[in-house]
């Protein structure tokens, strides 16, 4: 049987020499796991976990807001705009006064365009 300089024959002395974690468990007593190599915490205790990466890519999880996308879903905001004015125009609602107005500058852009 191998000498040790531990009570504990279970746990190698390198172990039971390793800086311990500097986590708290839920009683308020310090964890005495040892900690990750290069880490001041346990496996149990995110040792091993790097943490978020940097920088914006924290927020980033798709184009839905990115510049284009906005500057196309104002675009498709404003022909939607466009033809619920022509199907009041067609059902014959009545249109507001900033529906008129808008119906004029499309008028006008189009007799512009020719």
């Known amino acids: 049987m191998l000498e040790s300089s531990t009570d504990n024959p279970m746990q190698p002395e390198n172990l039971a020499n390793a800086p311990r974690c500097g986590a708290k468990t839920r009683s308020g007593k310090p964890c005495q796991s040892p ?66 107005d808008r119906l004029i500058e499309l008028s006008i852009g189009k007799i512009e365009s020719y």
């Open 35 to 100: 900690a990750v190599r290069g880490r001041n915490r346990c496996r149990m205790h995110g040792g091993t976990n790097g943490g978020a990466p940097k920088g914006n890519r924290n927020a980033w999880k798709h184009g839905n807001r990115s510049a284009e996308a906005e500057s196309q879903l104002k675009t498709v905001k404003a022909i939607d705009r466009d033809l619920r004015l022509l199907v009041k125009i067609r059902t014959g609602i009545s249109l507001r006064s900033d529906e008129l």
